[in-house]
């Protein structure tokens, strides 16, 4: 009511009375206009009071982000709950148009209300990482206090063999007992993705596969399907972050939310089939730098991609090149449809990793959801929703893991992100300011991607997959962690200290810990976390590693030497034999010492 009062006022003050007006459509004009003042702001919140972000801003926010269909749809919704349109024409009428509303593609979103948020309730540096990294767009405002500080900123689908609910798949049932051991460890949500060395996770990939009965669906040739895995492995950098770890990390966590959390119910196997590469490639090539500085320095891929989308469209580029080779050739025995198809979804799914396109496509899923009709595996654009959409979460779904998962995976965007912003420095491009490490800090640019980006999605795909409340739970949990951090940051700021040297190549990660306090350095291994309320529930390790285990080699891709040795329950001769490659570098032998499973 209060909101409504202050449109109201606003609108008398800035066009006069409005309430003789008759056409509706001109009060919806002028409405969807205001406010255009920052003072109408003041009337809706109370003073706002330093970090973490009031809980207020955050909702501003992401008012101010909504997409115009939001707008219209939102308020359709709110007139059919009015007692007087009951049983009326307009009634209909109205339940027709947001039907439409609800289908089509006027999805796009504006970020240009932002800058009317007052300064004191969403600080710059936020604004900048909502518009430049999610939004895709440049950011060039400086607040005074900043400037004063002197700082500068429908294809056949013959062949597709259906596939039912998980635990129900004929697929799923023929699996010997013995081998049930593996695919559970491969389901959990708390799989630890630390404890193996990239050589041991490639036959798991394999087994992804294998559980879904696509190797034997598709005729995937098995030779050429070691060979393409070991070459995706070798393909990706030692980054801190966008590594070999991170892609397979990215994979499983698309198997657990096919398996565990229902989701292969909405997907037939080549949906599945194309969903899983998707995952594996999603980074392929991934120099360690993002979008933004691909643009901003002219590099031959800005060039060759035109600006959009660069890095998405180089993944798939990569990996369908290599796929067209005969050596790494998985997709030979498909047929032409299956193989055009098998090409769309991969590229759909990797294109919409592009945080550019995350709000469009939240907004999408979103209006979808809201249409009164559920999910169907008959109907492809549901599937292509539904593929995409996991993906999506997949990848950013740190922040919904445990505490001991999620806060070494921030330690390492931190670190890639600082390092782009040296090394921006350096070649005097543009540097976004929460990829500078002087402007920014760890807790706070992630809480700002909990709140703005991922908390949010994880919320909608609990309407599609319910257990997915068991995730929010953890992101709750994660969230008052940083919480903590920023607290105890703000009470004790760490002594500032000068950026590391711009590294020559890909960024890799530093031999030194600093304390968890020193956000603008990120340690390499983050110190034991506290452990989750014990209202909560989620989780249980079977027992607790050593430090010395949890140490990480980066420039391997982060995986622990002493991974490698073989697990004391040995993997059964069938798995054994179906993923064991030559000399043993692909073994199937696991660590299980701090294995975590979802409860």
């Not at 997409?67 to 007692?83: A, F, M, N």
């Not at 060979?227 to 397979?248: I, M, Q, S």
């Not at 939240?362 to 008959?378: C, E, I, V």
Request: proline share 7%; charged share 25%; hydrophobic share 35%.
């Amino acid at each position: 009511r209060q909101r409504q009062m202050c449109i109201r006022d606003s609108i008398n003050a800035e066009y006069g009375a409005v309430t003789q007006l008759s056409d509706d459509a001109n009060i919806l004009n002028i409405i969807t206009k205001w406010p255009k003042k920052k003072h109408n702001y003041k009337l809706l919140f109370k003073s706002p009071t330093g970090d973490p972000l009031p809980r207020q801003a955050i909702q501003e926010a992401l008012k101010a982000i909504e997409s115009p269909i939001q707008y219209v749809i939102h308020t359709i919704q709110d007139l059919l709950k009015e007692e007087v349109l009951k049983g009326t024409h307009v009634e209909s009428e109205l339940r027709q148009i947001l039907t439409l509303a609800t289908t089509t593609n006027l999805y796009d979103v504006n970020f240009n209300k932002l800058e009317t948020i007052e300064n004191e309730l969403l600080d710059n540096v936020t604004k900048s990482w909502l518009m430049e990294e999610i939004g895709g767009q440049r950011w060039n405002k400086t607040s005074n206090s900043e400037e004063k500080k002197g700082n500068t900123d429908t294809v056949g689908e013959a062949g597709v063999a259906e596939i039912g609910e998980v635990e129900g798949d004929k697929a799923a049932s023929k699996i010997a007992d013995e081998e049930q051991e593996v695919y559970g460890e491969l389901k959990a949500w708390g799989f630890n993705v630390f404890d193996y060395q990239p050589s041991q996770l490639l036959p798991r990939l394999m087994a992804m596969l294998e559980y879904f009965n696509l190797i034997n669906i598709y005729k995937i040739p098995v030779d050429k399907l070691k060979n393409f895995l070991v070459t995706l492995k070798d393909t990706y950098h030692p980054n801190p972050y966008h590594n070999f770890l991170h892609a397979f990390d990215v994979t499983q966590t698309v198997f657990s939310l096919l398996t565990t959390f229902g989701g292969s119910k909405y997907l037939n196997s080549l949906d599945i089939f194309g969903l899983l590469v998707s995952a594996m490639i999603h980074d392929l090539d991934h120099p360690g730098v993002n979008n933004g500085y691909q643009v901003n320095a002219f590099t031959e891929l800005a060039l060759n991609y035109n600006d959009q989308s660069v890095l998405e469209n180089h993944h798939v580029s990569t990996a369908f090149k290599i796929l067209m080779k005969d050596e790494f050739n998985i997709l030979k025995n498909l047929s032409v449809e299956d193989w055009r198809e098998f090409r769309r979804i991969c590229i759909l799914n990797v294109m919409m990793t592009d945080m550019a396109h995350h709000f469009v496509f939240a907004n999408k899923f979103k209006q979808r959801l809201n249409s009164g009709q559920p999910f169907s595996r008959d109907n492809k654009d549901d599937r292509d929703l539904v593929c995409t959409m996991i993906l999506k979460c997949a990848d950013i779904s740190n922040i919904a893991k445990p505490w001991e998962l999620s806060k070494p995976w921030a330690d390492r965007v931190t670190q890639e992100n600082f390092s782009q912003g040296d090394k921006e420095k350096e070649l005097d491009l543009p540097v976004a300011a929460f990829m500078d490490r002087t402007k920014s800090e760890q807790s706070r640019n992630t809480s700002n991607f909990i709140d703005f980006v991922a908390g949010p999605i994880f919320e909608t795909l609990e309407q599609l997959l319910p257990e997915v409340s068991l995730c929010n739970d953890l992101v709750k949990i994660n969230r008052k962690h940083w919480d903590d951090i920023m607290n105890k940051n703000k009470a004790n700021p760490p002594p500032s200290a000068p950026p590391p040297p711009v590294p020559t190549s890909a960024p890799t990660t530093s031999s030194s810990s600093p304390t968890e306090s020193s956000e603008n350095t990120p340690p390499s291994l983050p110190p034991p976390p506290p452990p989750p309320p014990p209202s909560v529930v989620l989780i249980h390790s079977e027992s607790v590693s050593s430090e010395k285990d949890k140490e990480k080699d980066l420039d391997s891709g982060g995986s622990s030497p002493s991974s490698s040795t073989t697990s004391t329950s040995s993997i059964p001769s069938s798995l054994s034999n179906s993923f064991s490659f030559k000399g043993d570098s692909m073994g199937m032998s696991s660590k299980k010492s701090s294995k975590t499973k979802l409860s």
